[in-house]
């Protein structure tokens, strides 16, 4: 069974970091290109940050340039998404894919392995 977990959503304050984990099994995500997305009730999921299979693409969406930084453990079979100085417009839930496609789009209908999701929430 091919599965994503992700882990280290929570709630912080503005200018805050959160390191969000996506954890993979049943395949070896070295060989997948991943990407996070986010969700807000009654929005499209959007495209944050996508990192290819080799590791040398990256792509980030312009909302998060310079704040936000995917990468990945290999060895752990492990994603990650380190955000910081988050914003309340940063507030959703996160969602990281896999894809066996080698460019990073920020295109949800690529990705065919999904994780169930961690909210993220910026408050004062």
């Known amino acids: 069974q091919l599965q994503l977990v992700e882990s280290g959503g929570g709630e912080v304050q503005p200018g805050g970091s959160l390191r969000l984990s996506c954890e993979a099994s049943?395949?070896?995500?070295?060989?997948?290109?991943i990407a996070w997305f986010r969700q807000t009730p009654g929005s499209e999921r959007e495209g944050v940050s996508g990192?290819?299979?080799?590791?040398?693409?990256?792509s980030d969406a312009d909302f998060v340039k310079g704040r936000f930084t995917v990468s990945r453990d290999n060895a752990k079979n492990t994603a990650y998404l380190q955000m910081n100085n988050l914003k309340p417009e940063d507030t959703a839930v996160y969602y990281c894919?896999?894809?066996?496609?080698?460019?990073?789009?920020?295109?949800?209908?690529?990705?065919?392995?999904w994780g169930q999701g961690t909210q993220v929430t910026i408050s004062s």
């Open positions: 894919a896999a894809s066996p496609y080698g460019t990073p789009a920020l295109a949800p209908n690529v990705y065919k392995i």
């Open positions: 049943g395949f070896p995500l070295e060989s997948y290109t």
């Open positions: 990192l290819s299979k080799e590791g040398g693409i990256t």
